[in-house]
Each structure stands twice: as structure tokens, then as C-alpha cells.
């Protein structure tokens, strides 16, 4: 499928880049091979395919929660840039 140059100013637009007509023509070119190579796919009888997510099956790798003895806040705070006494102070980002 071939892209026309239009359509490449016009996704050039929409990505707020600016190419010069080298870079037209190259990305032009390589985006057309990839819509050819698509459309190969496009062709394959995936009929009998069930869809899937993920090429690999995954699991959620989780440790067991075990409570235990959480970090005293003192050490906590103590590199903190700011703190008070049991709080780290941050900027206001908020008007």
C-alpha cells in the first residue's frame, strides 16, 4: 500500500513534527512497506486461532505478605531533603 505524501504531512501534523522532504519521502517509504507487510499478515487464515493477550502465559510472581517490623520513622526521615517531626515537608503544587 502507498502512502501519499499528503497523508505523511498530515500524521507529520498530528505528531507535531516537522520533516523535511528527505525525511518525508524516507518515512513515506518505510511506512508503506509496513502497511504492505500488514497486509501479508491481513491474508493468513487465522481461523482456527484462538485469540490471545500474550504470546506467553504469565503469572503474577507475588511474595507472601508476612507482617513485620516496619522502618522507625526517625531513619525514615532521615534523608529526607524536608521533614517536621514525623512528616516529610514537600512543595505546595496546589494554589
Do not use: C, W
Amino acid at each position: 500500500m502507498k502512502i501519499k505524501k499528503g497523508e505523511i504531512e498530515h500524521i507529520a501534523v498530528l505528531a507535531r513534527l516537522y520533516l523535511s522532504e528527505e525525511e518525508k519521502d524516507l518515512f513515506g517509504s518505510q511506512l508503506s512497506s509496513i502497511l504492505g507487510y500488514m497486509e501479508n499478515l491481513n491474508k493468513l487464515d487465522t481461523e482456527d486461532i484462538e485469540p490471545a493477550s500474550h504470546v506467553l502465559s504469565l503469572h503474577n510472581v507475588m511474595r507472601d505478605d508476612i507482617p513485620a517490623l516496619s522502618l522507625p520513622g526517625a531513619e525514615a526521615l532521615m534523608n529526607a531533603p524536608s521533614s517536621t517531626e514525623k512528616f516529610y515537608r514537600v512543595p505546595k503544587i496546589i494554589e
